[in-house]
């Protein structure tokens, strides 16, 4: 299923901050990469998912994708582990720390969840949490586990809707 696009107009044009060109991306590996390298490198992302009261719950997470889906890595038990599960529609926001009118949300739905404790695929839930912390924190395995244990959940989030704002100036 195609991922729908859409660039919001740069100010100081005619009709700024209105959605300008709309179009249809593969996947997030065809991305345009002045956006996708948010999802590659270490920017500390945004998670919007909705409590039972219909409040939203934002969250900054580390963020990672694998060419289809964003990677949200949690402990079980968690607000938001326990809000996906729940209502599995999300938003994640990746804004550029050095400009904060560059930015890429990505909505869309959780498609698979994988805890960590399952025979046959729960190391992909350990291995997902020790690259991020590998890529953030320069460590690894991840080093900031509840002493008196804890599962890992990954989700993977498949993307409907992206929408872009800013896009750097051509070099």
């Not at 949200?72 to 994640?92: A, C, F, Q, Y």
């Not at 320069?138 to 804890?150: A, C, S, V």
């Amino acid at each position: 299923m195609p991922i729908q696009t859409a660039d919001v107009i740069m100010p100081g044009n005619e009709n700024a901050f209105e959605v300008g060109k709309r179009g249809e991306i593969s996947s997030i590996a065809a991305l345009d990469p002045s956006y996708r390298w948010m999802l590659e490198k270490n920017v500390t992302a945004t998670l919007a998912t909705i409590k039972p009261n219909g409040l939203p719950q934002l969250t900054p997470i580390w963020v990672a994708h694998d060419g289809t889906n964003i990677l949200v890595n949690t402990k079980k038990g968690r607000l938001k582990e326990r809000n996906m599960r729940r209502r599995p529609d999300v938003s994640i926001l990746c804004v550029n720390p050095q400009n904060p009118y560059h930015w890429v949300t990505l909505s869309g739905r959780v498609v698979e969840i994988i805890e960590e404790t399952e025979p046959r695929k729960g190391r992909e839930a350990t291995e997902t949490i020790d690259e991020l912390s590998r890529r953030y924190i320069n460590t690894t395995p991840y080093p900031l586990r509840d002493p008196k244990g804890e599962v890992r959940v990954l989700f993977k989030v498949r993307p409907t809707y992206v929408m872009t704002f800013g896009p750097p100036p051509a070099s």
